[in-house]
Every structure is written in structure tokens, then in C-alpha cells.
């Protein structure tokens, strides 16, 4: 059976910590508009106006997307800081308005910067980046899987209570949920001890979420993209050693490191009728890189 060409055709798409035309949630939201979809971004530019790689011209970011669009589909935007406890239910409101719900999620965004090794740790370390990269995921995720099978929880779930579900799930009618995560188990990561533990904190919850959001029509996956450079490899722009970073790159099996692409490709896939059969999986994109 032929791929359609449009295989997002009439869905809605809300992308999280797409304000940069280097980074992975412009490659996901750009790549989501050529396959049909109608498209809606967060981006809180602030974070990266402290990062050495800055901020981005937003007015491109919005017109790298929409120019991608088909002639009907439609695109929505909203700055928004997810550090903010009731962010989650904001940004899914505002989502839901520009076509009256959303089909797919993909929680790209992140905390990045400002951490250290287990002996920088404080409080308000830990707190920022699991505010950010975690807190706001999961809430973000049950906003859209309220709006999305039009009800809510009155009463806690037991401890090994799994949802109830009356009839089989119609693989075809499936909202979809994708997380990113940074391979943290797969590696060391020095000096990201605050950003590697509210990582791996959506990498290792990924079972247990998936399986409460398939009672729901929704599907879960989480995506390790691997080092992709989305300007903190860049040597004008890096954070790390640079020699180190360039004698790295030599020894990969591809002798690169990935492109923002790289991942959106996968991300798209799973978003399609294709990817239905994916399920609860933490999948990792790396080009080779774990070799």
C-alpha cells in the first residue's frame, strides 16, 4: 500500500520549544507541514537569548513553517514560559483554538544551561529543570489526552490499578504523544546532572504513561535523537571543549553528528497511520552513534 503523500492531512499539531530554525521542533514542525497538518508552536525565546548560541528571528521561524503549509492548513503560535504552573492548560487551550482540538503532540521543549556536576546541585537547579522538562510534560500530556478523549479522572488510580477499557482500540483514531529524552541511560553525561535526571525521569515513566494513555486512544513513544547540533556544536557557539568536540565527531560511523532532520523524520513517521503499531517504546535516533 503506497504512502499517502499527505498522510497528516486535517490533523492538528502543537510542537513545544520551536523558536529556532537550528533546532528539532522547527525540523518536526516544518516537516509536520509537508506532510498536511495544521500547525501550532510554543517558543519562549528568553531561554535562548542566555544561551550561547542566542535566539533566532522569530518572524523566520514562523515563515520557514508556514511556507512548508499546504494552501489550507492553518498555523498558530503563542510565547509561553513552561516553568509557569498552569502553562500546560494554557498552551493546550490556545492550541485547541485554532481548529477545535489537537491530533498530535510533541513535547520538544527543554531546559538547557545553567547546571552543573552532583556537587553544583541546589534546590533551584533541580527545581528549574524538572519545572520545565518534566513538570510541564506531564501536565501537558494530560491536557491533551482530557481534550482529546473529552474527559477527565474524578478518582485517583490505585497503585497498580490499570484503566479500565471496554472495547478494543481503533489503531486508526489514535491521538499521538512523543517525548524527547537525551540518552541518558546509555552514557555519562558530566556536568548535566540537573538536565540528565528530569530526562530520564520521562524516559523511565514512558511504560506507565503509554499504557494509561492507550485506555485513551493515545498513543506514546519517546525519542532519543542522539547528539544532534542545533548550534551548541557549532564551534563559534559551543559550550564544551572544542578539540575534544571535533576529535568526537572524526570517530562516528557517519562522521557527523545529527541534523535537526534526522529525528523529525522519525517523529513524522510515528505521527502517520505507519507508526500505530509503536507503542510505549523509548527509540533512539543516533545515526550509529551508540556503536
Given at each position: 500500500m503506497p504512502f499517502p503523500s499527505l498522510p497528516l492531512?486535517?490533523?492538528?499539531a502543537l510542537v513545544t520549544g520551536v523558536s529556532?530554525?537550528?533546532?528539532?521542533?522547527?525540523?518536526?514542525?516544518?516537516?509536520?507541514?509537508?506532510?498536511?497538518?495544521?500547525?501550532?508552536?510554543?517558543h519562549f525565546s528568553p531561554h535562548d537569548d542566555d544561551q550561547p548560541w542566542g535566539s533566532?528571528?522569530?518572524?523566520?521561524v514562523r515563515a520557514g513553517i508556514t511556507s512548508a503549509q499546504i494552501a489550507d492548513a492553518v498555523f498558530g503560535e503563542v510565547s509561553l514560559d513552561l516553568a509557569v504552573p498552569d502553562s500546560a492548560s494554557l498552551l493546550m487551550e490556545a492550541a485547541c483554538g485554532l481548529t477545535g482540538g489537537v491530533d498530535i503532540l510533541v513535547c520538544n521543549h527543554a531546559r538547557s544551561g545553567s547546571d552543573g556536576s552532583i556537587f553544583d546541585m541546589t534546590p533551584e537547579l533541580l527545581d528549574g529543570h524538572w519545572q520545565v522538562n518534566t513538570r510541564s510534560t506531564l501536565l501537558l500530556t494530560r491536557a491533551f489526552a482530557e481534550q482529546f478523549s473529552g474527559h477527565r479522572d474524578t478518582a485517583p488510580t490505585r497503585p497498580g490499578e490499570r484503566p479500565e477499557q471496554a472495547d478494543p482500540v481503533d489503531e486508526f483514531a489514535t491521538g499521538r504523544v512523543i517525548w524527547m529524552t537525551s540518552g541518558q541511560l546509555h552514557g555519562a553525561m558530566p556536568g548535566e546532572v540537573a538536565y540528565a535526571a528530569s530526562k530520564a525521569a520521562l524516559a523511565g515513566v514512558t511504560p506507565t504513561v503509554a499504557s494509561e494513555l492507550l485506555a485513551r486512544r493515545i498513543i506514546l513513544n519517546t525519542i532519543n535523537p542522539g547528539p544532534v547540533n542545533t548550534g551548541y556544536l557549532d564551534p563559534e557557539t559551543t559550550d564544551r571543549p572544542l578539540e575534544e568536540i571535533q576529535e568526537f565527531v572524526r570517530n562516528t560511523p557517519f562522521g557527523r553528528f545529527g541534523f535537526p532532520t534526522d529525528p523529525a523524520r522519525l517523529i513524522g513517521w510515528l505521527a502517520t497511520d505507519e507508526g500505530r503499531w509503536i507503542v510505549g517504546q523509548v527509540l533512539t535516533t543516533d545515526g550509529g552513534f551508540g556503536l
Open positions: 492531512l486535517g490533523k492538528t529556532r530554525r537550528k533546532g528539532i521542533g522547527f525540523a518536526v514542525a516544518h516537516h509536520f507541514a509537508e506532510l498536511g497538518a495544521n500547525v501550532f508552536i510554543q533566532d528571528d522569530l518572524g523566520e
